[in-house]
């Protein structure tokens, strides 16, 4: 079993920054691969980043590329996302995934976080 928590979510405007945190609790954490997906309204769940469990290899949606970095401090169990240059198309829900194998779609992630939300105003 393990546990994600969100948090860094928020309301900000186009253009801004934020720095959404994910801390991990329970089972080993360093050899997950952990990513982040996310959710507008009436829209579907999807990838957005991830990195492997070294954090030597990171994966981003083409939406998000040049203005998102994933990246993980496993001494603290804690995986981040530093997203840059904020569009208005970038609200949603933002989930924390782990998962054993790869994070690639919804359907490989073992464990999710409960979400938080990310506003961004035009």
């Known amino acids: 079993q393990v546990q994600l928590a969100e948090s860094g979510g928020g309301l900000v405007q186009a253009g801004g920054s934020l720095r959404l945190s994910c801390a991990a609790s329970?089972?080993?954490?360093?050899?997950?691969?952990m990513g982040w997906f996310r959710q507008a309204p009436g829209k579907e769940r999807e990838f957005v980043a991830a990195i492997s469990w070294s954090g030597g290899s990171t994966n981003y949606a083409d939406s998000v590329k040049g203005r998102f970095t994933v990246s993980r401090v496993n001494a603290k169990n804690t995986v981040y996302l530093q997203m840059n240059s904020l569009k208005p198309e970038d609200t949603a829900v933002y989930y924390c995934a782990a998962s054993n194998g790869i994070v690639s779609n919804t359907r490989n992630v073992n464990y999710w976080g409960q979400g938080t939300q990310v506003t961004v105003s035009s």
């Open positions: 329970g089972r080993t954490f360093s050899r997950y691969a």
